[in-house]
């Protein structure tokens, strides 16, 4: 994290959340909740499926924002 907010978002940066990613899911895990705006910004695919907090946080505000 401290990397991405230093404007460091690179190959290995991004190797690094996948390898996270894989032990999770070698772990059991079938969905992980990115509730960090800095990992968020990677935008990286990864073998387990997620939910990006902010992308929904955001999405939810657009819905409410268009209500009558």
Request: charged share 30%.
């Amino acid at each position: 994290i401290k990397a991405v907010k230093a404007g460091r978002m690179d190959e290995k940066i991004a190797d690094s959340y996948a390898a996270v990613c894989r032990h999770l899911a070698d772990k059991g895990a079938t969905i992980a909740i990115v509730a960090c705006t800095e990992l968020s910004a990677l935008n990286h695919e990864t073998d387990l499926a997620f939910i990006d907090a902010a992308q929904a946080l955001a999405k939810k505000i657009v819905e409410i924002a268009k209500e009558p």
